[in-house]
């Protein structure tokens, strides 16, 4: 098959959708399959402007400019989303003999962009659905429950309508399709994932990530990925204060995001010695530094579930710790926590119910090495890469075979009877 994916990111970006596209697109050429990229010529934390052509392991990237006017004013953000958007277009619609486009979430509505880039140019059309726009979007505030909101999500419901296949990352996110009238037979659900060959567990003891931010003998809490506004700030902030008394106890903040700075200014300002904040880590230490954790938070504002879903959750499986969850009971992140076995859920705003998990796990260690194997065998079984990513091939050879026995069907002659 010939494979065409958009999203403004990819490699070498090291944001999360940017990694699984990555991930699964050198799993699709290794299978021999013809993979080509069509992204954005920057990287999401620098300025950095990156070749127009290039590859990576074989697979074709394609890079066009776009405004950069960033995320902290709503009309800059939609402009550059738009000017991705009209590039990425001219250049869809100029590949030659493509089985099948795939498009993700990033800029938002590119499932239209999909349905129209079809009409220039005939091929299967898939969305891998990372978050549900507009309403992800009016959830966060970006946006108001205006006229316009009401007006684009009737056109992304409609666009989502008439691909091929919808490729969603959660039971949760799968309901709320559904519900908005999207065809059952037309979604597949395949989580999200983590590499399970270059993440495992490493002891504390063998631990460089560990050793070179001093965290061997103390109790590690860690929050490591996407700082965004979707995920729950307040309770995560309430936890730190709570527990700020505890012996040996240490947050440590991974990553960038919406409201990373602001953590930083809280800690500042009421002298918080028991938190540090670390750029993200690059690929090839993801292994030591999620292993460095006792504990890993993941968290989710009430009210998006079924919008999206943290995939942080799936590198701490890897590595095999427990997991805290400040988040919505039905969400994805909830069910998978439940059916490992492997840590707790806590609703938005509980602090007390999140400090007493913390403090059991605190203080049992063979609760924490209990559900950290848990989480390990729940990967293994459910959330590897190999497992997702050969799941997404089979649906896109499925989507390829549909579209041309009904090819075939509508262009054969009618049968004559005699």
């Not at 109790?219 to 995560?236: A, C």
Request: glycine fraction near 6%; aromatic fraction near 8%; charge should be neutral.
């Amino acid at each position: 098959m010939r494979i065409t994916f958009v999203n403004r990111y990819f490699y070498p970006d090291i944001s999360a959708t940017s990694q699984l596209l990555t991930e699964l697109a050198e799993d699709l050429e290794a299978r021999g399959e013809s993979v080509t990229i069509i992204t954005g010529n920057t990287c999401y934390l620098t300025a950095e402007r990156l070749p127009a052509y290039d590859t990576h392991r074989g697979v074709g990237i394609e890079r066009v400019g776009f405004t950069s006017f960033g995320r902290s004013r709503t009309l800059g953000r939609l402009t550059d989303y738009l000017s991705f958007w009209v590039c990425a277009f001219l250049r869809a619609v100029r590949l030659k003999d493509q089985d099948s486009l795939v498009v993700l979430s990033d800029p938002p509505m590119l499932s239209l962009f999909a349905v129209m880039v079809r009409i220039f140019n005939p091929m299967t059309t898939v969305c891998w659905l990372q978050d549900v726009f507009p309403d992800i979007a009016v959830r966060a505030g970006v946006i108001g429950e205006s006229v316009l909101a009401k007006m684009l999500r009737k056109v992304a419901v409609w666009s989502l309508r008439k691909m091929d296949h919808i490729i969603v990352i959660g039971r949760c996110m799968e309901r709320r399709l559904l519900s908005s009238g999207v065809a059952a037979r037309t979604i597949a659900n395949i989580p999200n994932w983590a590499d399970g060959c270059h993440i495992r567990s490493v002891s504390r003891e063998d631990n460089p990530f560990a050793s070179r931010h001093g965290l061997q003998d103390r109790f590690v809490v860690m929050y490591s990925g996407n700082h965004g506004i979707v995920h729950e700030f307040d309770s995560l902030t309430h936890l730190v204060r709570a527990t700020r008394s505890v012996p040996g106890i240490c947050f440590c903040f991974i990553g960038e995001g919406a409201w990373k700075q602001q953590l930083i200014e809280m800690s500042r300002a009421e002298g918080w010695p028991h938190v540090m904040f670390i750029a993200y880590q690059p690929k090839d230490q993801l292994e030591s530094s999620l292993s460095a954790a006792d504990v890993h938070l993941v968290s989710l504002r009430a009210g998006m579930e079924g919008l999206c879903v943290p995939s942080k959750l799936y590198g701490a499986l890897a590595a095999g710790r427990p997991v805290l969850f400040i988040g919505p009971a039905e969400s994805e992140v909830a069910y998978t926590i439940r059916d490992a076995r492997c840590g707790a859920c806590v609703a938005p705003g509980d602090t007390a119910a999140a400090v007493g998990v913390l403090l059991t796990l605190y203080r049992d260690e063979a609760l924490r090495e209990q559900q950290g194997s848990a989480a390990r065998e729940y990967f293994d079984r459910y959330c590897d890469r190999s497992l997702s990513t050969n799941r997404f091939l089979q649906i896109l050879e499925m989507t390829c075979r549909q579209s041309r026995s009904v090819l075939q069907v509508s262009t054969s002659p009618p049968s004559t009877r005699m």
